[in-house]
Nanobody, 122 residues
Framework: QVQLEESGGGLVQPGGSLRLSCALS????????IGWFRQAPGKEREDVSC????????FYGDSVKGRFTISRDNRKKMVYLQVRDLKPEDTAVYYC???????????????WGQGTQVTVSS
């Protein structure tokens, strides 16, 4: 059973930054591609970013390119999403999940966490 737990969300002013963390409970992170998606009230789920497992693949959604950076630490079994220059439209619950990751898309897999709330407001 794979479990994921997000943390690092909060209330931030427009233009601010946060680092979201995703902790993976599994034997090893090495072979899992991990991604982040977000869900805002009344909006469709949006794929934000993903990072490959054994291959150096990274994807960013168009709305976050240049502002968000994904990284991973396999030894710690952690995946991070550094979010910068936040905008009110970035307000959502952010989830990390096991995914299929390519440079042009991500496909959410079977496991995701409970989410962490990011609220961007002045």
């Amino acid at each position: 059973q794979v479990q994921l737990e997000e943390s690092g969300g909060g209330l931030v002013q427009p233009g601010g930054s946060l680092r979201l963390s995703c902790a993976l409970s599994a034997f090893t992170l090495d072979y899992y591609a991990i991604g982040w998606f977000r869900q805002a009230p009344g909006k469709e789920r949006e794929d934000v970013s993903c990072i490959g497992g054994s291959e150096p693949t990274i994807f960013y959604g168009d709305s976050v390119k240049g502002r968000f950076t994904i990284s991973r630490d396999n030894r710690k079994k952690m995946v991070y999403l550094q979010v910068r220059d936040l905008k009110p439209e970035d307000t959502a619950v952010y989830y990390c999940a096991t995914v299929q990751c390519s440079t042009s898309y991500m496909r959410v897999g079977s496991y995701w966490g409970q989410g962490t709330q990011v609220t961007v407001s002045s």
